[in-house]
């Protein structure tokens, strides 16, 4: 069974910082892309920024220069480092990983979302 832990998430004020990281767990043999997508009240789920196995970065515009998304192999992790955020980055935040779990099967698994608010 493969499993995403997320934590870091929480309260914060306009203009501030907030780190968001997630840990794959289970019976993997690879992990291939990694990401994070968030979902506002009332709104749909929407890409937040995404990472290669390689390492090659995707953000969606509304967060490009402000977020920075890594990943650490040996760790089985990735991260979002979030600053300059603004109440509209309120949301749930869900990591995913694309892997290929020991049994051969290639899979999406997703975490369970970390909640983090911006507001004075």
């Known amino acids: 069974q493969v499993q995403l832990v997320e934590s870091g998430g929480g309260l914060v004020q306009p203009g501030g910082s907030l780190r968001v990281s997630c840990e794959v767990s289970?019976?993997?043999?690879?992990?291939?892309?990694m990401g994070w997508y968030r979902q506002a009240p009332g709104k749909q789920r929407e890409l937040v920024a995404a990472?290669?196995?390689?390492?090659?970065?995707n953000y969606a515009d509304s967060v490009k220069g402000r977020i920075a998304i890594s990943r650490d192999n040996a760790q089985d992790t990735v991260n979002l480092q979030m600053n300059s955020l603004k109440p509209e980055d309120t949301a749930v935040y869900y990591c995913y990983a694309k892997v290929q779990a020991t049994t051969g099967r290639n899979r999406e698994v997703w975490g369970q979302g970390t909640l983090v608010t911006v507001c004075s």
């Open positions: 289970g019976s993997i043999f690879m992990i291939y892309g």
């Open positions: 990472i290669s196995a390689a390492g090659s970065p």
